[in-house]
């Protein structure tokens, strides 16, 4: 009986090995945690959710015919409301913008009675209205934006309507901390040769990447204000976002890594096809996650610590989102039928 065990020995060594390896991942496979977002709060605004904007802890949704409001996130299970901005009757708020160093609440479209920005420490709506500035862009907007300095502000716009397609600012400066924003010039704009800017996003160093429909991501110095390189992209560029050198596009039914090192001679070093995929008009990043948002489907995460060979790492399953922001372990969605959704992880 022990000779029988002896020779069984090896072949249970041989089999246990074999469980064992199959149990594992597959060589070389980065170690990407199972769904790394969980849904941390929701928040039913008054209106429709379809756009969200985060600076700091500070969050601002648009809440489409009734206006937008500003939350204070710095605890998720504990929301703040900070600042209520109402249209009047008739007026819409589609998208919104912050300004950090102002504490300023941009929205768009502008409202006939009410200005366009708004001091969100103010309580009151009238007198948060700020001195000075109104919003002159067209519409309807591929994305929006606001960068500033403690004297200049720039509202960044791309301009998708049927008459005119264009990547521009709309400038105000302040000649002292008493005085009144007055609008500047800002004659700089960019027209693609053909197809729609739809989205954009800036690097720190003052680089924005454009994603242009049916041509793929541009690359622009806004200060100069100078057109640098671009690539074309196998599908439909809606829209785009910075991680390092990298830019992540949302390529209608893919995710397409750019590698932007040589600003003048972008390429594309990675591509993921996710096969749900077929509406994706948004993405943000969180770390080494890319966050892309399909307007039928909902969220797909993908792990691009490693930039050439993307990870698809999450779905989270929504109906109908309209708009995603992502930072410091974050994910902010917005829903029609959930409102605002926080993702943590």
């Given at each position: 009986m022990?000779s029988?065990f002896?020779g069984?020995g090896?072949l249970v060594?041989?089999?246990?090995?074999?469980l064992?390896?199959?149990?594992?991942d597959?060589?070389n496979?980065?170690d990407?945690?199972?769904?790394p977002?969980?849904?941390?709060?929701?928040?039913?605004?008054?209106?429709?959710?379809i756009?969200?904007?985060?600076a700091g802890n500070y969050?601002?949704?648009?809440?489409?015919?009734?206006?937008?409001?500003?939350?204070?996130?710095?605890?998720?299970?504990?929301?703040?409301t900070v600042?209520?901005?109402t249209?009047?009757p008739g007026g819409s708020?589609t998208?919104?913008?912050?300004?950090?160093l102002?504490?300023?609440l941009?929205?768009?479209?502008?409202?006939?009675i009410?200005?366009?920005v708004?001091d969100?420490?103010?309580?009151?709506?009238?007198?948060?209205?700020?001195?000075g500035?109104?919003?002159?862009?067209?519409?309807?907007?591929?994305?929006?934006a606001?960068?500033?300095?403690p004297?200049?502000?720039?509202l960044w716009?791309?301009?998708?309507?049927s008459?005119?397609?264009?990547f521009?600012?709309v400038?105000?400066?302040?000649?002292?901390?008493t005085?009144?924003?007055?609008?500047?010039a800002?004659?700089?704009?960019?027209?693609?040769?053909?197809?729609?800017?739809?989205g954009?996003?800036?690097?720190?160093?003052?680089?924005a990447?454009i994603?242009i429909e049916q041509?793929?991501?541009?690359?622009h110095r806004?200060?100069?204000?100078e057109r640098?390189?671009?690539?074309d992209?196998p599908?439909l560029?809606y829209?785009?976002?910075?991680?390092?050198n990298y830019?992540?596009v949302?390529?209608?039914v893919q995710?397409?890594?750019?590698?932007?090192s040589?600003l003048?001679?972008?390429?594309?070093v990675?591509?993921l096809?996710i096969s749900?995929a077929d509406r994706?008009?948004g993405?943000?990043?969180?770390?080494?996650?890319a966050?892309?948002?399909?307007?039928?489907?909902g969220?797909?995460v993908?792990?691009?610590?490693?930039?050439?060979?993307p990870l698809?790492?999450?779905?989270i399953?929504?109906?109908?989102?309209t708009?995603?922001?992502?930072g410091?372990g974050?994910?902010?969605v917005?829903?029609?039928?959930?409102?605002?959704?926080?993702y943590?992880?």
């Amino acid at each position: 009986m022990k000779s029988l065990f002896r020779g069984l020995g090896p072949l249970v060594l041989i089999a246990a090995m074999l469980l064992t390896l199959s149990g594992c991942d597959e060589p070389n496979t980065p170690d990407v945690p199972l769904r790394p977002y969980r849904l941390a709060a929701q928040y039913m605004t008054r209106g429709t959710a379809i756009d969200v904007e985060i600076a700091g802890n500070y969050v601002a949704v648009a809440e489409e015919l009734l206006g937008a409001i500003v939350l204070d996130a710095s605890d998720v299970q504990a929301l703040d409301t900070v600042f209520v901005y109402t249209v009047s009757p008739g007026g819409s708020c589609t998208q919104v913008a912050l300004d950090l160093l102002h504490s300023y609440l941009c929205v768009f479209p502008a409202d006939g009675i009410y200005r366009s920005v708004f001091d969100f420490t103010y309580d009151n709506q009238w007198e948060a209205q700020v001195e000075g500035i109104s919003l002159t862009l067209n519409g309807p907007l591929g994305e929006f934006a606001v960068t500033a300095v403690p004297d200049t502000i720039l509202l960044w716009g791309s301009d998708i309507s049927s008459s005119d397609n264009k990547f521009t600012a709309v400038l105000w400066f302040q000649p002292s901390d008493t005085s009144a924003w007055i609008d500047g010039a800002f004659p700089q704009l960019f027209i693609p040769a053909h197809g729609r800017v739809r989205g954009f996003d800036f690097r720190a160093d003052g680089i924005a990447a454009i994603a242009i429909e049916q041509q793929g991501v541009q690359l622009h110095r806004l200060q100069p204000f100078e057109r640098l390189g671009s690539v074309d992209t196998p599908g439909l560029a809606y829209d785009c976002a910075w991680y390092g050198n990298y830019v992540i596009v949302a390529d209608q039914v893919q995710m397409v890594v750019v590698d932007a090192s040589d600003l003048m001679n972008p390429r594309i070093v990675g591509q993921l096809r996710i096969s749900k995929a077929d509406r994706l008009r948004g993405v943000a990043m969180d770390g080494h996650f890319a966050c892309l948002m399909d307007i039928y489907d909902g969220v797909y995460v993908v792990d691009v610590s490693n930039p050439t060979a993307p990870l698809f790492a999450q779905e989270i399953e929504l109906f109908d989102p309209t708009s995603v922001a992502a930072g410091n372990g974050r994910l902010y969605v917005t829903d029609p039928g959930n409102g605002l959704l926080i993702y943590t992880r």
